[in-house]
């Protein structure tokens, strides 16, 4: 990532989308389904999911190709429409 003499973004540029949620495999796909729709060449190997240390919950990364401040907001405000993501970061 790239900033400017502000201490902003500079777009565009990769960005990691990070959420946290309820352990479970349909939570990976349903985070990872919500990303792709808003970045087309969105690549699922760059996708990293850490469980917590007690197992209850598990963090999704992934890299996306940001375009705007926009389209991170966006797909931020799509992430916290689901039921199973607790945070986004």
């Known amino acids: 990532m790239e900033l400017d ?3 902003n973004l500079k777009f565009p540029c990769r960005y990691p989308v990070k959420a ?3 352990a479970d495999r349909a939570a990976t796909a349903r985070v990872l389904e919500v990303i792709a729709r808003h970045d ?3 690549d699922p190997a760059s996708v990293q999911v ?3 240390r007690n197992g209850r919950f598990q963090s999704i990364t992934a890299e996306i190709q940001a375009e ?3 389209q991170l907001e966006t797909i931020y405000a799509d992430l916290r ?3 199973i993501v607790v ?3």
Request: proline residues 5%; hydrophobic residues 30%; aromatic residues 4%.
């Open 5 to 7: 003499d502000q201490g």
């Open 20 to 22: 946290m949620t309820h």
């Open 40 to 42: 087309v060449g969105f």
């Open 50 to 52: 850490r469980p917590s």
């Open 68 to 70: 705007s401040r926009d």
């Open 81 to 83: 429409t689901l039921d």
């Open 87 to 89: 945070m986004t970061l």
